[in-house]
């Protein structure tokens, strides 16, 4: 379940994580897909996903505002889904060399996807079934945010 012929590594098959985080690489939405499926493909999902964020005062913001995202989203179909959401989609052009500017900020969702490969439950998919495999990716975004509270 939920795994697909991988085409960086000889075809077999394999997982991806989708993470959308907070600006201090703590995880809000997860997402498991097969290895073979495009990464623009689960964007509206992990968007969808995300949970209230609670405020001061006012009705509770449900989504990030400017969310980065790397080449794999540049898609119209991608912007125009963060535009109908009221999103400013901040996603590097494919064809144009990586800037500094969106460096500055993605440099956090790779350093969250290395916490994430810390846990040796995870960092090779030994499950079969995507629930079971998906609920270990929960556990450890909750101990990823339990040390970041700590």
């Known amino acids: 379940?939920?795994?697909?012929?991988?085409?960086?590594?000889?075809?077999?098959?394999?997982?991806?994580?989708?993470?959308?985080?907070d600006a201090n690489g703590i995880p809000l939405a997860l997402r498991i897909s097969p290895a073979n499926r495009h990464d623009s493909k689960l964007l509206e999902a992990l968007v969808d996903a995300v949970p209230a964020i609670r405020q001061c005062?006012?009705?509770?913001?449900?989504?990030?505002?400017?969310?980065?995202a790397d080449k794999?989203?540049?898609f119209a179909h991608c912007r125009r889904a963060l535009r109908q959401r009221a999103i400013i989609p901040r996603i590097a052009r494919r064809g144009v060399?990586?800037?500094?500017?969106?460096?500055?900020?993605r440099w956090v969702v790779e350093r969250t996807l290395a916490w994430f490969a810390?846990?040796?439950?995870?960092a090779v998919r030994y499950e079969?079934?995507?629930?079971?495999?998906?609920?270990?990716?929960?556990?450890?975004?909750?101990?990823?945010?339990w040390r970041f509270v700590q």
């Open 1 to 21: 379940e939920e795994t697909g012929p991988n085409p960086t590594d000889r075809g077999k098959p394999g997982s991806k994580r989708h993470i959308l985080v």
């Open 57 to 68: 005062a006012g009705r509770p913001r449900r989504r990030p505002a400017k969310p980065h």
């Open 72 to 74: 794999g989203y540049d």
């Open 97 to 105: 060399e990586s800037s500094e500017r969106l460096g500055r900020y």
């Open 118 to 122: 810390r846990f040796r439950r995870i």
């Open 128 to 145: 079969r079934r995507a629930d079971i495999f998906t609920a270990f990716h929960h556990i450890a975004a909750s101990l990823i945010c």
